[in-house]
């Protein structure tokens, strides 16, 4: 390309570290991916979940629950609501269905399944601390159970992926295949 004083100016106007003087789109920066997904996936060191759209979709809608299931049971105990602690402690209690879906959920993520039915288990434990009307037991059974809530989210993070995929890591059949 040859560069004469008009090229130069046009250059000078547009910034040449926006747009390359031929024209073209800058190259992204060496340091890091151009797929933003990828990028947030290289800063973000948790061990990846694989999940289907739906699942992860799903898993945030539970874990959405999960916060206004503390939330309830603290506002239960600051009024000394024992039946309000048992009611909010079961819905994020251990259930058959419950099991069903942390199995599913974390087909793909070795030990996963495992922190999910033990965060289920302790919620059954700040159920039954309720029972005895004791407010720093129930405090004490929730601390616990808050425990895993944070130790999960240290170390997972939603890989979402598709059905091929989902299917590989997992060695399950994907829904619908
Ligand atoms: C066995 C693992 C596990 C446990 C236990 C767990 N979570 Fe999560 N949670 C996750 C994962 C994985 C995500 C998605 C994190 C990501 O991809 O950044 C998440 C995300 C969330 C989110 C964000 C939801 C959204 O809409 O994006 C909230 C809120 C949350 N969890 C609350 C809780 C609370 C409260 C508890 C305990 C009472 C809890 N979680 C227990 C694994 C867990």
Known sequence: MRFDVTT??????????LTGCDG???EPPA???ADPVEALNRLDPRRPVPLLPAMAWHQKQNMQQHLVAVEAITHALAHE???GVTAAARTIGTTPDMQRTCRRMGAGAE???DLALEFH??????????????AGAVLRATSVMLRTCTACHATYRQ???DAATWGARTGMT???H
Request: glycine share 10%; with cysteine; net charge negative.
């Open 8 to 17: 130069l100016l046009a250059c000078a106007l547009a910034g040449a570290f």
């Open 111 to 113: 030990g996963f399944t």
């Open 121 to 134: 288990q302790r919620a059954d434990a700040v159920a039954e601390a309720a029972a005895t009307r004791d």
């Open 159 to 161: 890989d979402v992926v």
């Open 81 to 83: 609501d024992w039946d």
């Open 31 to 33: 340091s890091g991916p």
């Open 174 to 176: 994907p829904p619908g």
């Open 24 to 26: 073209r789109p800058p």
